[in-house]
């Protein structure tokens, strides 16, 4: 089993920035992809980044891409998701997740969730 724990939520300005952490025991999760995902209230939940297990490639949902950027440590068994330049629209609660399969931009592919973080962007 793998447990997520999301941090780094908050409140923030449009055009501010925060990053978020995902923090991973259990099993290792360096032979899972690993992404983030986020639902706002009275909507889907929506993929924003997935990472390979290794770190290499990258993978980015059209309203989050040139603004966010995603990342993992797998020695500290981590994940980052860096937001910059907010939106209002980015309001949401953020979810990490670990699954295997590459890419990654599908809710099927994970296995593993964290309880989120919520991010509120004020215009």
């Known amino acids: 089993q793998v447990q997520l724990v999301e941090s780094g939520g908050g409140s923030v300005q449009a055009g501010g920035a925060l990053r978020l952490s995902c923090v991973a025991s259990?099993?290792?999760?360096?032979?899972?992809?690993t992404g983030w995902f986020r639902q706002a209230p009275g909507k889907e939940r929506e993929f924003v980044a997935t990472?390979?297990?290794?770190?290499?490639?990258?993978y980015y949902g059209d309203s989050t891409k040139g603004r966010f950027t995603i990342s993992r440590d797998n020695a500290k068994n981590m994940g980052y998701l860096q937001m910059n330049n907010l939106k209002p629209e980015d309001t949401a609660v953020y979810y990490c997740?670990?699954?295997?399969?590459?890419?990654?931009?599908?809710?099927?592919?994970?296995?593993?969730w964290g309880q989120g973080t919520q991010v509120t962007v004020s215009s």
């Open positions: 990472v390979s297990s290794s770190g290499t490639m990258t």
């Open positions: 997740a670990a699954g295997y399969g590459w890419p990654a931009y599908r809710r099927e592919t994970y296995n593993y």
């Open positions: 259990g099993r290792t999760v360096r032979d899972y992809s």
